[in-house]
T-cell receptor, first 114, second 116 residues
Framework: AQSVTQLGSHVSVSEGALVLLRCNYS??????LFWYVQYPNQGLQLLLK????ATLVKGINGFEAEFKKSETSFHLTKPSAHMSDAAEYFC????????????WGAGTKLIIKP | GAGVSQTPSNKVTEKGKYVELRCDPI?????LYWYRQSLGQGPEFLIY????????DSGLPNDRFFAVRPEGSVSTLKIQRTERGDSAVYLC??????????????FGPGTRLTVL
C-alpha cells in the first residue's frame, strides 16, 4: 500500500530564507508524485509533478523538487521565501494500479516571518 | 477556461438532515473525484468516477454517503442522516486519463459542510 509522510505540520522560515518541505513516500512500484499548494480559503493548486522523466522537477512560483528513489523522498524547495508563499503544502502520490487515486500527506503549513 | 466549480460554497445543516453537494468538472474531463478534508489533515479519498460509473467507491465511509454522475459530467455527493462528524470541506477534482499515464487533478474550491 502506498503512503505519504510529511515531516513537520508547521515550518517557519524568514522572508528570503531557503524553504525546505519534506515528503517521503512508500510505494511498491514507481509512483507519480505531486506537490499541491492550498492558500487560505482557496482550492488546491498543482505546484509541480514527477512522472518518471527528469528527477529534478521545476514548478510554479520558483519551487522545485527532487525525486530521490534511494531515499524514497520528494522534498520541495525554494531558494528564497516570499511572504506570498505562506500557505499549506501537500505532497501526494498516485499509481495506475490504484486507479490513479491520490494518496495525500497530512500537509505542512508554511509560515513566513518578516 | 472555466475550472472546477462546486456549489454551495458553504452549507450549514442540522444533525439528521439530508444534504447534496454539487460538482461541475472541467469540460471534457472524464474522471471525477470526491475527497473530504478535515481540519489539519490532507484530503481523504471518497469516490472516483470514470464517465458515468463509479470506478472506485472504496473511500465512502458508510452507506449514508452516495454519489452520482448520471451524464458523465456534473456529479452530486449525497449525505443522508448527517452527523456532526461529517463536518468537513468536501473537495471535487477532475482530470483526463489517457496517454499521459499520470493523473493531474484539477480541484474545485470545495464545499464547507457544517453539521450542527
Amino acid at each position: 500500500a502506498q503512503s505519504v509522510t510529511q515531516l513537520g505540520s508547521h515550518v517557519s522560515v524568514s522572508e528570503g530564507a531557503l524553504v525546505l518541505l519534506r515528503c517521503n513516500y512508500s510505494s511498491s512500484v514507481p509512483p507519480y508524485l505531486f506537490w499541491y499548494v492550498q492558500y487560505p480559503n482557496q482550492g488546491l493548486q498543482l505546484l509541480l509533478k514527477y512522472t518518471s522523466a527528469a528527477t529534478l522537477v521545476k514548478g510554479i512560483n520558483g519551487f522545485e523538487a527532487e525525486f530521490k528513489k534511494s531515499e524514497t523522498s520528494f522534498h520541495l524547495t525554494k531558494p528564497s521565501a516570499h511572504m506570498s508563499d505562506a500557505a499549506e503544502y501537500f505532497c501526494a502520490v498516485s499509481h495506475e494500479d490504484s486507479n490513479y487515486q491520490l494518496i495525500w500527506g497530512a500537509g505542512t503549513k508554511l509560515i513566513i516571518k518578516p | 477556461g472555466a475550472g472546477v466549480s462546486q456549489t454551495p460554497s458553504n452549507k450549514v445543516t442540522e444533525k439528521g438532515k439530508y444534504v447534496e453537494l454539487r460538482c461541475d468538472p472541467i469540460s471534457g474531463h472524464t474522471a471525477l473525484y470526491w475527497y473530504r478534508q478535515s481540519l489539519g489533515q490532507g484530503p481523504e479519498f471518497l469516490i472516483y468516477f470514470q464517465g458515468t460509473g463509479a470506478a472506485d467507491d472504496s473511500g465512502l465511509p458508510n452507506d449514508r454517503f452516495f454519489a452520482v454522475r448520471p451524464e458523465g459530467s456534473v456529479s452530486t455527493l449525497k449525505i443522508q442522516r448527517t452527523e456532526r462528524g461529517d463536518s468537513a470541506v468536501y473537495l471535487c477534482a477532475s482530470s483526463i486519463l489517457g496517454e499521459n499515464r499520470y493523473n493531474e487533478q484539477f480541484f474545485g474550491p470545495g464545499t464547507r459542510l457544517t453539521v450542527l
